[in-house]
């Protein structure tokens, strides 16, 4: 039995790599009628290297559809995501990868809501 638990803990990573590398149609904004963002071609996987930033605050589980410039999401699947979250009053800018205040968006992007707008891996 203990071998079988070292085998199982072995294989374990190969199988999550191959989830996490794969390049279906799984890598494309989601639950939507219309991609609000057809130009996307992958999630963003982790632009929080260490910290989160000045504008943003360590949190468990920050999810995956950040508020942006662009998009404002109504929902969102329930994954964990990143582990920072954008300060109250900040946004994620996908260009910067990182939190900015909503203010500071470009002024010839209008932030469109929509039902879902996947950012993160």
């Known amino acids: 039995m203990a071998r079988l638990k ?3 803990l072995l294989l374990l990573p190969a199988l999550l790599m191959n989830s996490v590398t794969s390049t279906d149609d799984e890598d494309h904004v989601v639950n939507h009628d219309v991609d609000p963002d057809p130009g996307r ?3 963003i996987w982790n632009p929080f290297l260490g910290f989160c930033g000045e504008n943003a ?14 998009f404002k999401s109504l929902r969102c699947p329930k994954y ?3 582990n920072c979250a954008c300060k109250p009053r900040y946004v994620y800018s996908e260009q910067l990868n990182l939190c900015i205040l909503k203010s500071d968006c470009p002024k010839d992007i209008e932030q469109k809501v929509v039902e879902t707008h996947r950012v993160f891996q």
Not at 57 to 70: F, H, I, K, L, N
Request: charged content about 15%; some cysteine; proline content about 4%.
């Open 80 to 82: 964990c995501g990143v």
């Open 41 to 43: 071609i992958k999630y």
């Open 6 to 8: 070292s085998l199982c």
């Open 57 to 70: 605050s360590m949190v468990r589980c920050g999810g995956v559809c950040p508020e942006t410039c662009a």
